[in-house]
């Protein structure tokens, strides 16, 4: 069991990690921050650059934090919020499947994010050889509630109008 969510936690916390390194520094083929926060600003996240250096850092770490197993519930809490936020406000729009540009990739990667708060890293993880056990329904169940508030308060803040309207002219 611990190899399985060893390999899990790595396919899952490194293809976030590497996202947040497309939004950060334009890896692997990304826009870097001043793209992502272009695109962003598109979705009504302002200012756009302070959202996707967040979003960033987050996938960054939190997808870090994943692969290592290191103090688990906060890397999921932080990932189910990324995952929430892009399946909403870019994803949703195109349906489930994701080659039509839609929510599955965000939700099976939130999904065994929200797995591994339940179930814990396992003994090869950093949490273990530190002697940190936050794992169970409680603790899965915590991870779950932040990540959801912590997804929906940047959704419920985005101004979904332009950026900028200029006045008409006479």
């Known amino acids: 069991m611990s190899v399985g969510l060893l390999i899990l936690r790595l396919v ?5 990690a590497a996202h947040g390194a497309q939004k950060l520094f334009g890896w692997f083929g990304g826009y870097g921050i001043a793209g ?12 756009g650059r302070r959202h996707a250096t967040q979003a960033g850092i987050a996938e960054v770490v939190g997808g870090l934090f994943l ?32 080659q039509s540009g839609g929510y599955e990739y965000t939700l099976v990667l939130g999904g065994a994010a929200v797995a591994l708060g339940f179930t814990g890293p ?12 936050l794992s169970g329904e409680i603790w899965g169940l915590a991870a779950l509630a932040a ?24």
């Open 122 to 133: 396992g003994a090869l993880s950093l949490d273990r050889a530190l002697g940190i056990s």
């Open 36 to 47: 992502t926060g272009q695109f962003l600003e598109q979705l009504g996240f302002r200012p």
């Open 67 to 98: 692969a290592a197993g290191f103090l688990t519930p906060a890397a999921v809490a932080t990932l189910v919020a990324v995952m929430l936020v892009a399946a909403v406000s870019v994803h949703i729009k195109s349906g489930f499947f994701a």
């Open 147 to 170: 990540g959801l508030i912590g997804g929906a308060v940047p959704l419920l803040a985005r101004k979904t109008a332009p950026a900028s309207t200029a006045p008409n002219a006479a």
């Open 12 to 16: 899952v916390g490194l293809s976030l």
